[in-house]
């Protein structure tokens, strides 16, 4: 009798365990909607997500622990002038950005401009300009030693008086920023412009409305996303520029992080950090707030093309307002580096050391590339085909590091490295990890949208031949989406060999990319020696102008 409770109890508890297994397995299948990924899917896309965001969390901390001493004297002196700079700079930036953008992507895609499907392309190649390369052009043509002051002090113009262009200025940081950042607005208000039906325009002016009231009163409302999508492009990338800020001599808070870290104040470079990752998540709320306070709608059942528009009279204005834009942030900084790599190329200037720091930013950019194609591809496959909370928590912390400025990207992994990963530290290993950490994203929706094409279909056929998830991925998804994470991996690539302030901050001894060369030698004002440099990174920059003008 004492056996068989025994007996019984054990296989109660038995049943009892059973059942919770089988209560914790369909919790977990209905989590993925019925459909969970594989362990070694799951672990790689929770290890990537946990990565990304570990320079953030740090700094935070570090931030946190900094102590009130630090704390004080930052908000009384420092603090408040630097939110003034920042903040100004942004907002001019990105209101003289967004009037640009619009109004030439409404000549470009609406009026009946000469060379309007031209112009689509011309006036997008700033986009592949680095804003710290301009920076140097502009200085050698309007700085205090530059070509305009020689032309204003030997010619006729000297009777005007003294010189007044000052380049070291908010406003010659002002003007640099918004020639080599409007096409963020133009590209994506070009395509929306596009896309508008005919028939609201129509019924607005059957109602007598003139061509500038249906501008403001139909245009306008549904450009609000494309300009909002291009204004936090635009805000974020001031708030994150360092290079450009930092050669025309203009404080902000990524300047001042930098040259706290070089003075090796980490504590102050922790606190601004705090600061600045707290502007940009204002930015990024405003933003969102705004867009769901104003959404518009139009169906395409009844699509009709836009008109286009004559100009008549004012033809020749438009068109030497939209040269004139295309003038000042192409033709004039091309020509520049142009004329000084002929000069420097004379003065052999591209020897082997050259060749040296073009090496190195291949190696540790193509390493970056290599990198991001290998994570991104686990990780968009996780969200497209086993989406969940799960999924969305990992794809949202392998963001993190793209809605950050490289300053802080870097100081972030530098407490890492140091602390806790010494035989990385002083390589050009680390360097690269920053870019993974800064770019993966982009790898990420180059991936994304050659899988939206693939149907899931081919997985499940796949499965249920019995492969496991990440067997599917790779025998199956990956060649099909294999000219995405391609294109994604050059795109990582132009944006890495671009990459300044982390290059600066992580780069080990005697290790110099072009970009830093770059940096160091305009700064001393060499403009032989630095424009070569200068010019190749534009060169390799345009690789991925193709396929954004396609997206677009």
């Known amino acids: ?19 919770g297994v089988r209560f914790l397995q369909k919790r977990w299948r209905n989590l993925w909607n019925g459909n969970p990924p594989g362990f070694v899917l799951l672990t790689i896309g929770i290890i990537t997500g946990v990565l990304m965001s570990v320079p953030l969390i740090y700094v935070i901390v570090r931030s946190i622990g900094a102590g009130v001493d630090s704390w004080a004297r930052l908000l009384g002196d420092r603090i408040p002038g630097l939110m003034w700079n920042t903040l100004s700079l942004t907002a001019a930036v990105t209101a003289a950005a967004i009037v640009i953008g619009v109004s030439l992507a409404w000549f470009v895609i609406r009026t009946d401009i000469p060379g309007r499907r ?6 997008a190649i700033p986009l592949v300009i680095p804003p710290y390369v301009g920076a140097v052009t502009y200085i050698i043509v309007f700085g205090p030693s530059g070509w305009m002051r020689d032309l204003w002090n030997d010619g006729f113009l000297q009777v005007l008086g003294n010189y007044p262009i000052n380049i070291y200025s908010f406003f010659g940081v002002f003007f640099v920023m918004t020639m080599f950042t409007y ?42 996303p494309a300009i909002g999508a291009g204004a936090i492009l635009i805000s974020l990338y001031v708030l994150s520029d360092f290079g450009a800020i930092a050669m025309m001599r203009y404080v902000t808070f990524t300047a001042a992080i930098y040259y706290q870290r070089a003075g090796f104040d980490i504590p102050s470079a922790s606190v601004l950090s705090l600061v600045l990752i707290v502007l940009t998540v204002i930015i990024l709320w405003i933003e969102s707030y705004t867009r769901r306070k104003n959404k518009f709608y139009q169906t395409s059942n009844t699509f009709r093309p836009p008109e286009i528009l004559r100009l008549g009279k004012w033809k020749p204005l438009a068109v030497f307002y939209v040269a004139a834009v295309f003038s000042l942030a192409v033709i004039l900084p091309i020509f520049v580096l142009v004329y000084w790599t002929i000069i420097g190329a004379g003065a052999g200037v591209i020897d082997s050391d050259f060749l040296e720091y073009a090496w190195n930013s291949v190696k540790v950019s193509g ?3 290599l990198i991001c194609m290998v994570l991104a591809t686990p990780l968009v496959y996780l969200k497209s085909r086993h989406p969940s909370s799960i999924t969305s928590v990992i794809d949202k912390l392998s963001y993190t590091g793209y809605a950050l400025p490289g300053v802080i990207v870097a100081l972030g992994m530098v407490f890492i490295f140091n602390n806790h990963l010494p035989f990385l530290y002083n390589t050009f290993y680390m360097i690269a990890i920053a870019f993974v950490v800064r770019f993966l994203p982009q790898a990420m929706q180059a991936g994304e949208a050659s899988l939206s094409l693939v149907s899931p279909r081919m997985d499940e056929a796949a499965r249920s031949l019995g492969y496991p998830a990440w067997k599917v991925m790779l025998k199956v998804t990956l060649p099909s989406i294999l000219p995405g994470v391609l ?22 001894p005697g290790f110099d990319t072009l970009a830093v060369r770059v ?4 700064s001393e004002a060499i403009y032989h020696q630095a424009a070569p440099g200068a010019l190749l990174i534009v060169l390799v920059s345009i690789i991925p102008l193709h396929y954004l003008l396609k997206r677009y």
């Not at 031209?118 to 006036?123: E, M, P, T």
């Open 1 to 19: 009798m004492k056996k068989e409770d025994e007996s019984r109890q054990k296989n109660a508890s038995r049943t009892a365990g059973n059942s």
């Open 118 to 123: 031209v112009w689509q392309w011309l006036l």
């Open 487 to 508: 294109a994604g991996g050059a795109l990582v690539f132009v944006s890495s060999i671009k990459e300044l302030p982390a290059t600066l901050m992580l780069r080990p």
């Open 519 to 522: 940096y160091y030698e305009a």
């Open 183 to 224: 096409p963020y607005v133009f590209l994506i208000a070009s395509a929306s412009l596009r896309k508008m039906n005919r028939n609201y325009e129509e019924v607005a002016r059957s109602q007598g409305m003139t061509t500038s009231q249906i501008f403001m009163k139909v245009n306008l409302p549904l450009l609000r």
């Open 367 to 369: 390493l970056a590339a």
